[in-house]
């Protein structure tokens, strides 16, 4: 086994593309506690919520009068649940609904607000009862930073300056006296403002230059109000689309706080036949997960183009949509983008969780697809039952890492191979929280054997390990409204501390987060 140690910044690519691969199914990891790395953004754990499908309504909303518990309209079980996941900032209207959203449709009595035909998502008819109020005082309620989406491909530049100043204003003017009117006296705090959604695509077919001169124009018209500052994000690159950053940064990395980087996992890669989200075998799996794995070249190679024209790092890299995207649940409508979600999912999401901390200098904010009921979602509801999904426990188990010091790892993995497709069977990440405890996170994507790691601790005082494991027999075990808690994390015992070093023998097919005391 050949063994190599790393720098900090090479370590970005510890998490999975560790240039030794061992030999045998024994993992190695040097820990050095000495040497801490740049905080890891809590925002890094962000979430994402469309008006698609039942993401917002049902998922989120139901509305004051429905029969479902709820507060002021928020259903109470997904409150709950959300609580417990500590999310910190969520991403609204869109998505691609984003550039086709007009605020002032969402202000006012309800029963009087218009109608309008939601033409991405299913055709369905969109009646607004979730807007601008709904959506900042939900955020309020449960203390989540709002990031809101400006429309920039159907939008005028008035509308969205008029936004903001509804939003964020405390002086008095004929918009401030309409919210005021509206029910809200004081400004609401926004600090993360994307300036249009997939420009290059859905958000309006537009050209890299064209879009870098209009969000230039955009963005001049988000104004700071009172004590307000805001954040602004550009509309950046799909996957591979370096040439995208390239201009967007040549041209505006001057006036962005933060660029987008949007990259969804196909088991197959391929769009008209995605794969199914449950019916998958062994081929598929480790298809889905080295597809996933493309998130750190992706990472890499576009802040790599970020640090030639900002060396300082001050725009971070925002990567506002990722997750797995499947053939849709048989019999749901079409456009709901509706999907269950298996170990396979925790997998992934473990994976590219790894994959941002590792490159924590420059990723300030993920916001993985979709919060509720769409894509890889957090918490699947159907009428008054919730259900939690795998992905949801990999959030809430990782909650420590969320604002933490990155800690350096190098790690050494054995291959988990078959037919062409070859990944490490092992991903990892460190970090050292507010209060000196260390956590570090594990995943085994071998589906077929459990792998032990080695761990060598520099700088390291604690005495003794708690952890807790996400696993299952089969790779596509999953919760459903009838056996709600087939997969749910358990205690770790498989982790021993002693004389300063530590042996963690993770099952097949696994995720473990550990407490290092
Ligand atoms: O998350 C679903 C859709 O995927 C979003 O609306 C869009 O931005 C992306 O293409």
Redesign the pocket.
């Known amino acids: 086994m050949k063994f190599l140690r790393l720098s900090f910044a090479v370590a970005a690519l510890a998490a999975f593309f560790t240039p030794a691969r061992a030999a045998d199914s024994t993992a190695t990891l040097v820990l050095d506690a000495t040497k801490p790395g740049p905080v890891i953004n809590k925002n890094i754990y962000g979430q ?1 919520s ?1 008006h ?1 499908g039942r993401c917002i309504y049902e998922g989120l909303w139901v509305g004051e009068d429905s029969k479902i518990p709820n507060t002021k309209g928020y259903r109470n079980d997904v409150i709950a649940a959300l609580k417990e996941l500590q999310v910190p900032v969520l991403r609204w209207p ?4 984003a550039d086709e959203y007009h605020w002032r449709d969402g202000i006012g009595p309800r029963a009087s607000r218009p109608a309008m035909i939601n033409t ?1 998502w299913g055709g369905v008819v969109e009646n607004n009862h979730f807007g601008t109020h709904e959506f900042l005082d939900f955020c309020e309620l449960m203390g989540i930073e709002p990031y809101v989406c400006v429309n920039v491909g159907s939008g005028t530049v008035q509308e969205e300056m008029e936004w903001i100043e509804y939003m964020t204003s405390d002086a008095d003017s004929p918009l401030t006296r309409l919210r005021k009117q509206n029910g809200r006296a004081q400004p609401w705090k926004v600090h993360y403002v994307a300036v249009g ?2 420009s290059w ?2 958000g309006g077919n537009m050209t890299a230059q064209f879009y870098a001169d209009n969000y230039r124009r955009y963005n001049t018209f988000v104004k700071n109000y009172g004590a307000n500052r805001i954040q602004r994000i550009a509309g950046g690159p799909s996957d591979f689309n370096y040439e995208w950053t390239e201009t967007l940064m040549k041209s505006a990395a001057k006036q962005m706080n933060g660029l987008s980087l ?1 990259y ?1 996992t196909l088991p197959t890669g391929v769009w008209s036949a995605k794969g199914s989200a449950t019916e998958f075998g062994e081929d598929q799996y480790i298809a889905t997960l080295s597809r996933t794995l493309k998130m750190e070249e992706l990472v890499t190679k576009h802040s790599a183009i970020m640090d030639k024209y900002d060396p300082q790092k001050k725009v971070g890299l925002v990567v506002d ?1 990722w997750g797995t995207w499947y053939d849709k649940t048989p019999g749901s409508h079409d456009g709901f ?1 509706e999907q269950q979600n298996t170990l396979r999912d925790a997998l992934v999401a473990a994976l590219n969780l790894h994959i941002f901390q590792a490159h924590a200098d420059r990723v300030t904010m993920a916001n993985i ?2 919060f509720i009921n ?2 890889q979602a957090m918490i699947l509801t159907d009428k008054e039952t919730m259900i939690l999904t795998p992905t949801y426990h990999v959030f809430e188990m990782f909650k420590p890492h969320q604002g933490a010091t990155s800690l350096p790892i190098a790690l050494t993995s054995p291959d988990y191979a078959l037919g062409e497709n070859k990944i490490p069977a092992v991903s990892a990440s460190a970090s050292r929280d507010a209060a000196g405890k260390i956590h570090i996170s594990f995943a085994n994507t071998d589906p077929n054997k459990p792998t032990t790691v080695a761990c060598t601790l520099t700088g390291v005082t604690a005495k003794s390990v708690t952890g807790r494991v996400l696993t299952a027999t089969a790779m596509n075990a999953h919760n459903t409204f009838a056996a709600p808690h087939t997969i749910e994390p358990a205690a770790f015992t498989g982790a021993k501390l002693e004389n300063g070093s530590l042996s963690v023998t993770l099952p097949a097919k696994s995720v473990v987060m550990l407490e290092l005391n």
Do not use: I, S
């Not at 869109?94 to 609904?97: A, R």
């Open positions: 994402f469309e698609l869109g998505g691609c609904f991405h959604n997939e695509g859905c949007h969804y949509e983008l697809a979709q769409v894509l």
